[in-house]
């Protein structure tokens, strides 16, 4: 009986670590180091992303209307709706722009470590919410060493609070963050 209660806590432990920075290759896919000449990364980046299927290679995303769309899943839940994510990459013809990540139905969801080590500061912005069905917020996302990211972070809630999504916008500029031309930074 002991040595069945001692397996429990590890396999515990390890799903818990293994959604703790889910989202991390992400933003190491991202990340541009501080002095590198260039503002955003080539198309084939992507594939640093780890977890996703994706619905096209990355050498397609032309023929998507620049675009890169997949699925991975968050957490560890039996159940396919709770935890059912959507990347979204999107971009021009030489460069991606922002990538979009949302989560169904998972509360454990709603945190910004799970981008990874850095640094995260809220910048006020006239769209901010922070409401009990719905949150949004800006931030300004560093790691060290490496140039900014700026992420939309949304919760959306129904009434009960049990179904919903958290979603991260990640991009090199703001305004693709915010991506809303009536919301300004305050």
């Not at 769209?127 to 060493?145: H, L, P, W």
């Not at 991260?168 to 919301?183: G, H, K, R, V």
Request: aromatic share 10%; with cysteine.
């Amino acid at each position: 009986m002991k040595l069945k209660n001692l397996c429990v806590i590890p396999l515990f432990l390890c799903a818990s670590l293994a959604h703790a920075s889910q989202f991390a290759s992400v933003v190491e896919a991202m990340a541009i180091k501080s002095d590198a000449g260039y503002t955003n990364i080539d198309w084939e980046d992507t594939q640093k992303i780890k977890g996703v299927k994706w619905q096209w290679p990355y050498h397609q995303s032309g023929a998507h209307n620049s675009t890169m769309k997949g699925k991975t899943k968050f957490g560890t839940s039996a159940n396919p709706n709770i935890g059912a994510t959507m990347v979204v990459v999107e971009g021009s013809r030489t460069m991606v722009n922002r990538i979009s990540i949302s989560v169904a139905n998972s509360r454990d969801a709603a945190d910004m470590k799970l981008l990874g080590p850095g640094k995260a500061r809220q910048i006020p912005t006239s769209c901010d919410m922070n409401y009990a069905s719905e949150v949004q917020k800006i931030y300004e996302f560093r790691k060290t060493g490496y140039k900014p990211l700026y992420v939309k972070y949304a919760e959306s809630w129904g009434a009960s609070g049990e179904s919903g999504s958290v979603d991260f916008t990640l991009a090199y500029q703001i305004e693709d963050a915010i991506d809303n031309p009536s919301c300004k930074p305050l």
